[in-house]
C-alpha cells in the first residue's frame, strides 16, 4: 500500500494543524496506522497510532492532551490534529502502516512525510 501524508506547513506556536493520512493503489480500511516525526538530526520518534478499526489509540507522552488520532473509515483516511503546537514540534511527519506499535520497525509502509514547521 502507498500512503500520502498530506496537511503539513508553517504555524504560529500555539496555533493548530491537521494532518491527513490517504493510500493509493489500496484502501486504508483493514490497516492500522501510526504517526511519526523526524526533526533535523534527531531519530524518527513515535507520535500516535491507531487500530483498523479505531477501537485502539496509543499517543505519544509527549502529545498527549494535544494531538489526537482518528480515522474515517468511509473515506478511507487517517487523520493527526495537532493542537497548542511548540516549535519542538517541528519535523517531518510521516504516516505508517500497518501497526498500532511504537516501534518504526513493526511498520512496513510508510508515506513520504509532510512538513511542519512551528515558529515561536
Known amino acids: 500500500v502507498q500512503l500520502q501524508a498530506s496537511g503539513g506547513g508553517l504555524v504560529q506556536a500555539g496555533g493548530s494543524l491537521r494532518l491527513s493520512c490517504a493510500a493509493s493503489?489500496?484502501?486504508?480500511?483493514?490497516?492500522?496506522v501510526g504517526w511519526f516525526r523526524q526533526a533535523p538530526g534527531k531519530e524518527r520518534e513515535f507520535v500516535a497510532a491507531?487500530?483498523?478499526?479505531?477501537?485502539?489509540?496509543s499517543h505519544a507522552d509527549s502529545v498527549k492532551g494535544r494531538f489526537t488520532i482518528s480515522r474515517d473509515n468511509a473515506k478511507p483516511a487517517v487523520y493527526l490534529q495537532m493542537s497548542r503546537l511548540k516549535p519542538e514540534d517541528t519535523a517531518v511527519y510521516y504516516c505508517?502502516?500497518?501497526?498500532?506499535?511504537?516501534?518504526?520497525?513493526?511498520?512496513?509502509?510508510w508515506g513520504q512525510g509532510t512538513q511542519v514547521t512551528v515558529s515561536s
Open positions: 491507531i487500530s483498523w478499526n479505531g477501537g485502539v489509540t
Open positions: 493503489g489500496r484502501t486504508l480500511r483493514g490497516y492500522s
Open positions: 505508517a502502516a500497518d501497526s498500532i506499535s511504537s516501534r518504526t520497525a513493526s511498520y512496513a509502509y
